[in-house]
């Protein structure tokens, strides 16, 4: 099953719970929240207690991702506050296995997401203790850029894997996807789809998280 995860990271803020709402009754189930900390990334973003907020005014499927140095710090308080699935970066953990542990052992899913330039060959061993992988199509930092075409390729690789392996792995994709790419990536394996600026800075967010389940559901249905 694909979905659609509409990132708030280009959401209006000061209208966080209309702008929830709107994707909400476009079908959306699940909301992707961006942590930056300035220093892993060059942007800063939400902790915790925004989390928690959010976490009152849904019940969608939190979906935290971590662009944080030192993640293991703050993993008990975004499952504290909330977060369903929480991912980290493979470059900012010096002992991802022990840091993916932590993360289902507070209760949500993890995930570990690897930078465009980061093979997917370094899961090889790990990716069986994950629930997810998340392959950053940008250089993770800020919203509205272009999705880098190599990125699919590790897709199709990370895909052959699951296949091989028999694994019970989403793999989720962050980063300039838009209505016009998004059949080619679903065909290339993706099932959690992040999108920011194509929702939210659309003229009807709730129009496009409805064609966009669409376009999805009819590519997956094309390659099955
Ligand atoms: C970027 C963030 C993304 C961002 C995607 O570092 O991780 O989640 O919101 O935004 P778009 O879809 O606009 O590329
Ligand atoms: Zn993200």
């Known amino acids: 099953m694909v979905e659609i995860i509409p990132s708030i990271l280009s959401a209006d ?12 009754r476009g079908g959306a189930t699940m909301l992707h929240l961006d942590v930056m900390d300035g220093h892993f990334v060059p942007n800063l973003t939400i902790g915790p ?34 977060a369903n699935s929480i991912s980290v970066h493979s470059e900012a953990c010096r002992h991802l296995d022990a840091v993916v542990g932590l993360i289902r052992s507070e209760g949500p899913m993890a995930g570990i997401v690897l930078n465009p330039a980061t093979p997917v060959s370094m899961l090889k061993d790990v990716v069986e203790v994950a629930d997810y992988v998340l392959l950053m199509s940008v250089n993770p930092g800020f919203g509205g850029q272009t999705l880098i075409p190599y990125v699919l ?63 999805a559901a009819q590519a997956q249905a094309v390659q099955c």
């Not at 803020?13 to 909400?24: D, G, K, P, Q």
């Not at 590790?154 to 209505?179: F, M, P, T, Y």
């Not at 998004?182 to 999108?195: H, S, Y």
């Open 49 to 82: 207690p925004v989390v928690e907020s959010i976490r009152k005014a849904t019940r969608a499927h939190l979906d935290v991702h971590l662009m944080i140095e030192n993640p293991e710090r703050f993993i008990p308080a975004f499952a504290q506050a909330g």
């Open 153 to 215: 390729e590790k897709a199709r690789e990370l895909e052959r894997i699951r296949r091989e392996k028999r694994l019970a792995l989403s793999i989720e994709i962050d980063g300039g996807v838009h209505r016009e790419n998004l059949a080619e990536v679903v065909r290339a394996g993706c099932d959690w789809i992040v999108t920011g600026s194509a929702i939210f800075h659309s003229s009807d967010p709730e129009a496009t998280v409805r064609e966009m389940r669409e376009i």
């Open 13 to 24: 803020f000061a209208r966080l719970a209309e702008e929830i709402a709107r994707v909400e």
